[in-house]
């Protein structure tokens, strides 16, 4: 029986082999080429977490500024008089309330951010293999927007509900886990989702500015040699430029954000009514409220993501093509 079928029964055993063979090559090619670049963005979030626990305070104070407001009356006379009651009612270590929802959502925000950039600017490219500013515009909007609603919107609504507890007379969330269980256990999932439309205009505007500014200053300093070796300070500074940009560019975005996001947020209907809120009690000045310590932060920050990025891909080119 077995001489009968053994025509039949080999072509197939060897096309099989064939079709394990071919599908373990396909995905070792795979990971070859995402190793690389899965492994570039774990240690640009790396690196973004270790610059958040160094300068978490400004954010702190950032944040505590654009909750508080004008006509409740305010709280805080200005960046000093909010760390120096910060410090005298919780120690130095209320300066860093809220801060373990932005560690925990460094890699992942960094793997999103950069993955949808490369996805969209593969897609956008010209003939030569150049992203133009503009496109580096559009490519750097997609990939904050995706971001906004990966991974931003949770961990931002999750930071500033901490830091605005903190203030409140009855503090009810004890740490990271217990106010995550709290915040879904009383307003379910969506509680982790508020303020999500003014996180993605934020966000989309953040990265659309950064990737835009970024983009330029790359091609003007390599201008027709597009092979031409960028120095790590050299981008740095351009991060730093990049990120000054951005805080100029959406800081109003930025307070409708942490208001939508706060304990308080039931006082708004929508983010164009907490935008006209803050216009008719507070003044057009509201919307720059923590400027000076969002300006700090972020520039350090998108200034050692891009150095880390850029300098990993360098190195890891030399082992596997990750352009």
């Known amino acids: 029986r077995y001489s009968q079928h053994k025509a039949f029964i080999e072509p197939r055993s060897t096309l099989a082999k064939k079709t394990i063979f071919s599908r373990f090559d396909s995905f070792v090619e795979t990971s070859v080429f995402f190793f690389p670049l899965l492994l570039a963005r774990s240690l640009g979030g790396i690196a973004g977490g270790i610059e958040i626990c160094i300068t978490f305070p400004t954010e702190y104070v950032k944040t505590q500024l654009q909750l508080d407001e004008k006509a409740n009356p305010p709280k805080y006379k200005g960046i000093v008089d909010c760390v120096k009651q910060t410090v005298k009612s919780h120690g130095v270590r209320g300066l860093y309330r809220g801060l373990s929802s932005l560690v925990y959502g460094s890699i992942p925000k960094a793997a999103v951010r950069f993955g949808m950039f490369e996805f969209l600017s593969n897609k956008m490219r010209d003939e030569s293999g150049k992203l ?78 950064r990737f835009y500014v970024m983009t330029s200053l790359r091609n003007w300093y390599k201008g027709d040699d597009p092979n031409k070796a960028i120095n790590p300070l050299i981008t740095g500074l351009f991060g730093a430029i990049a990120g000054a940009a951005s805080v100029f560019g959406n800081t109003p975005l930025d307070v409708i954000k942490t208001r939508m996001q706060g304990l308080e947020a039931h006082k708004y209907k929508s983010t164009v009514d907490c935008a006209v809120k803050i216009l008719k009690h507070e003044g057009p000045l509201a919307f720059y ?35």
């Open 132 to 209: 133009d500013s503009k496109r580096g515009f559009f490519c750097g909007l997609g990939a904050g927007v995706a971001e906004a609603v990966v991974v931003v919107c949770p961990m931002e609504t999750i930071k500033v509900k901490f830091i605005h507890d903190q203030t409140s007379a009855n503090p009810k969330y004890r740490g990271f886990f217990h106010g995550v269980r709290e915040i879904i256990r009383s307003q379910g999932l969506k509680g982790t989702y508020q303020g999500l439309t003014a996180t993605v205009l934020k966000q989309g505007s953040n990265q659309a500015i």
């Open 289 to 323: 409220k923590g400027t000076v310590p969002r300006l700090g932060r972020v520039c350090m920050d998108v200034a050692i993501v891009f150095i880390i990025y850029e300098e990993v891909v360098k190195l890891l080119n030399l082992v596997w093509k990750t352009d």
